[in-house]
C-alpha cells in the first residue's frame, strides 16, 4: 500500500527534469512562439492571484516579476495547463544598484544563474524575463552590457527558452542599445499604457525587428492623467479602464499578429499603486472589474457569462478642490448592469494613499449615501483624500469611480 502512493505521488507531481521546449520562429516574414512544436499565442496576466480564476477568464499564461520562491506557482500553473514567464529581477538605480560597481553587476549575474539552473527544466516555463524597467534613470551602456551578459548565460545554460527583457515604454535609443548590446535577446518585452494605440508605429520607427510581447497594459498611468491644483491625479472610472484594455490590446496586439507574440494584462488582483484601485483588475473583495470582462472577450471572442456593471457617467461637484473642513460635496453616477442585476452601491472616503484600506473609511457626515448619489461634508482633518464608489452587482462583479479632493485651513 505504501509502495502504490508513493508511485502516485510521482505520477501526479510535475517531473522537474522534462521540460517543454520554446521556440521563437520566423516563416515567410512573421514571428511566431512554438512550444511542444505547437504555435503558441501568449494570452497572459501579470500577477499570480487565483490561477484557476485567470484561467476560467481565457488566459494561459502568467508572468512574475521575481524568481523566488517561484517553484509552488509553477507547479500549480503547470497542473491547470498554464505556462509562466519567470521574472529574474535585475537591480535598479533609485533602489540603490550601481551598474558601474563591478562586484554588485557580478552577484547579479550569479543570481541570475543560480534561477536558471533551478527552473530551467520546469514544463510550465515558457521563457525568462530578464529585469523590469531597470534602464530608468540608469547608464544605458552599462545596463544593456549587463543584460546582455545575463542573456547570453541563459542562452548557454537553457536553450530551451527565449530570453525577453522588459522595458518601459521604447524609443530609439534604447532600441538601439539592446540591439548592440544584448544580442542575445529574443524578445522585447514592452510596458505600456497610456502610448499603447501607437505602439506598433513607433516600435517600427524605431527600428525594431525582432518579436515583442506587451508585459504591461492597462490603464493610463497617474503620470499620464490630468492633476489637480494640488498635485493629485484624476483616475478614470472601471469602464473607461476596461475600454483602455480592450482598445490597446486590439492595436497593439490582436492586430500586430506575426510580430507580436502576445501580452500579459496588467494587474490580476489588486496592487495599492497610485491609489488602491487604480491598477487591479480585482478588488480587494474579490469582485473582479471591467477590466476583466474585456480581457474575457479579448481572449475567447465571447463576453463574459456574467459582465461587470458599467458607469455611463460620473460627476462630483468638488473633484479636484481644495475644500475647507465640512465644506458639503455632492457626487452621483449613471450605471446600468448589461445583465439586469441588481446594483448596490456603496459610497465612501479614504486618505488619498495607495495602501489606505477599504473596510477603514473616513467618518464623515453623510446625508444620502445608498445609492447612486451621495451628499457629505468634507472631513475635519486637513489631509488629502478620495472620495470613492463601488458597485456591486451581487454576483461577483463589480464598477469602481473616484474624485481626489484636499482639505486645507
Not at 480564476?53 to 495547463?81: E, I, M, P
Not at 450605471?335 to 467618518?363: M, Q, S
Amino acid at each position: 500500500m505504501m509502495l502504490a502512493s508513493i508511485a502516485a505521488t510521482v505520477l501526479l507531481t510535475p517531473s522537474l527534469e522534462t521540460p517543454i521546449p520554446v521556440r521563437v520562429v520566423r516563416e515567410n516574414g512573421l514571428w511566431s512562439l512554438r512550444r511542444g512544436g505547437e504555435r503558441y499565442f501568449v494570452r497572459g496576466v501579470g500577477g499570480s492571484f487565483s490561477l484557476p480564476l485567470a484561467k476560467a477568464q481565457g488566459a494561459n499564461s502568467v508572468r512574475t516579476w521575481g524568481a523566488d520562491n517561484q517553484l509552488a506557482l509553477l507547479d500549480q500553473a503547470h497542473r491547470l495547463g498554464l505556462t509562466v514567464t519567470v521574472g529574474i529581477w535585475l537591480g535598479h538605480r533609485q533602489h540603490g544598484f550601481d551598474y558601474a560597481d563591478e562586484a554588485q553587476v557580478k552577484e547579479q549575474l550569479q543570481r541570475a544563474e543560480r534561477d536558471v539552473l533551478r527552473y530551467r527544466n520546469h514544463p510550465a516555463l515558457l521563457m525568462w524575463g530578464l529585469g523590469n524597467e531597470m534602464e530608468v534613470g540608469a547608464d544605458s551602456e552599462l545596463v544593456w552590457k549587463a543584460v546582455g551578459d545575463i542573456a547570453r548565460m541563459v542562452k548557454r545554460l537553457d536553450p530551451n527558452h527565449p530570453t525577453m527583457t522588459v522595458v518601459a515604454e521604447i524609443d530609439e535609443a534604447k532600441i538601439r542599445a539592446i540591439q548592440r548590446l544584448a544580442p542575445d535577446i529574443d524578445v522585447l518585452g514592452i510596458n505600456s499604457y497610456g502610448g499603447i494605440r501607437s505602439l506598433p508605429e513607433r516600435l517600427h520607427k524605431a527600428g525594431w525587428t525582432k518579436p515583442y510581447i506587451v508585459t504591461e497594459f492597462g490603464p493610463r498611468g497617474p503620470w499620464e492623467s490630468p492633476k489637480a491644483s494640488y498635485g493629485a491625479a484624476f483616475e478614470d472610472d472601471s469602464t473607461a479602464k476596461a475600454r483602455d484594455y480592450a482598445e490597446g490590446y486590439r492595436l497593439a496586439v490582436a492586430s500586430q499578429r506575426g510580430w507580436a507574440l502576445g501580452s500579459y494584462a496588467f494587474l490580476w488582483g489588486h496592487k495599492p499603486e497610485g491609489t488602491p484601485t487604480w491598477f487591479g483588475m480585482v478588488l480587494p473583495s474579490g469582485e473582479m472589474l471591467g477590466a476583466v470582462d474585456a480581457m474575457t472577450e479579448a481572449w475567447t471572442g465571447k463576453p463574459a457569462a456574467n459582465r461587470a456593471p458599467r458607469i455611463s457617467q460620473a460627476r462630483c461637484s468638488k473633484a479636484g478642490a481644495v475644500l475647507k473642513p465640512g465644506d458639503p460635496i455632492e457626487a452621483s453616477v449613471q450605471t446600468a448592469d448589461p445583465d439586469g442585476d441588481k446594483l448596490a452601491y456603496r459610497w465612501f472616503v479614504l486618505v488619498d494613499d495607495p495602501n489606505a484600506k477599504f473596510d477603514e473609511p473616513v467618518p464623515t457626515e453623510a446625508e444620502l449615501s445608498s445609492g447612486p448619489s451621495v451628499r457629505l461634508a468634507a472631513p475635519r482633518d486637513l489631509r488629502n483624500y478620495r472620495l470613492y464608489l463601488v458597485v456591486r452587482d451581487g454576483k461577483g462583479k463589480a464598477a469602481t469611480a473616484n474624485w481626489p479632493f484636499s482639505v486645507r485651513p
